[in-house]
């Protein structure tokens, strides 16, 4: 019944701009930690930004200042939009719903591709 569905990656130019959008069902996302996570092929799976319910939002050092994520409570969407991106945020980008009880959530995950 959980489904988090990723959209919007693609491939850009250093310095470009991404917006990818993911769409929850079986969840509210204002009722959850929302989350975007990125792994690129050989390295950990790391945490890209963080959106409690409430509170301030985490950012990993790497993207601070040049992603943002957001969330669409009526439309039950979380976006990140990506700005100035570089050849090192090439990845695949998976969006992640927690809500601190052992339920966690994983998107089937959508590449986003950095180069010239």
């Known amino acids: 019944q959980v489904q988090l569905v990723e959209s919007g990656g693609g491939l850009v130019q250093p310095g470009g701009s991404l917006r990818l959008s993911c769409a929850a069902s079986?969840?509210?996302?204002?009722?959850?930690?929302m989350g975007w996570y990125r792994q690129a092929p050989g390295k950990q799976r790391e945490p890209v930004a963080r959106?409690?319910?409430?509170?301030?939002?985490n950012y990993g050092p790497s993207v601070k200042g040049r992603f943002t994520i957001s969330r669409d409570n009526d439309k039950n969407l979380v976006y990140l939009q990506m700005n100035n991106l570089k050849p090192e945020d090439t990845a695949v980008y998976y969006c992640?719903?927690?809500?601190?009880?052992?339920?966690?959530?994983w998107g089937q995950g959508t590449l986003v591709s950095v180069s010239v």
């Open positions: 079986g969840i509210r996302v204002n009722a959850y930690r």
């Open positions: 992640n719903a927690n809500n601190y009880n052992d339920n966690i959530f």
């Open positions: 959106m409690p319910p409430s509170g301030t939002v």
